[in-house]
Nanobody, 121 residues
Framework: QVQLVESGGGLVQTGGSLRISCAASGRTFSTIGMGWFRQAPGKEREFVAAISRGGRTTDYTESVKGRFTISRDNAKNTLYLQMNSLKPEDTAVYVC??????????????WGQGTQVTVSS
């Protein structure tokens, strides 16, 4: 089992930056791929980014490419999402997920509770 806890969400103005984190405990973090998803009110859950277990391979949905960076520190059992040039449409609950790098949420076994990110216009 892997337990995931997100932190770092908050309110930021358009164009601002925010870094959210996901702390993992339990099974060895470094052995699993990780991803970030988001869900805005009234919308479907959306893939945001994923990273391989070693951190060498990353993948992003088109709308965040060049603005968001996913990374991980296996020594600290922590996943990060650096978000720059934030837009109001980035407003959502951001959730980390473990044990895959797929765009399909059904491929992930472990989920955090989420952290709210709100971008004001």
């Amino acid at each position: 089992q892997v337990q995931l806890v997100e932190s770092g969400g908050g309110l930021v103005q358009t164009g601002g930056s925010l870094r959210i984190s996901c702390a993992a405990s339990g099974r060895t973090f470094s052995t699993i791929g990780m991803g970030w998803f988001r869900q805005a009110p009234g919308k479907e859950r959306e893939f945001v980014a994923a990273i391989s277990r070693g951190g060498r391979t990353t993948d992003y949905t088109e709308s965040v490419k060049g603005r968001f960076t996913i990374s991980r520190d296996n020594a600290k059992n922590t996943l990060y999402l650096q978000m720059n040039s934030l837009k109001p449409e980035d407003t959502a609950v951001y959730v980390c997920a473990g044990d895959s790098t797929d765009w399909n949420a059904r491929e992930y076994k472990y989920w955090g509770q989420g952290t709210q990110v709100t971008v004001s216009s």
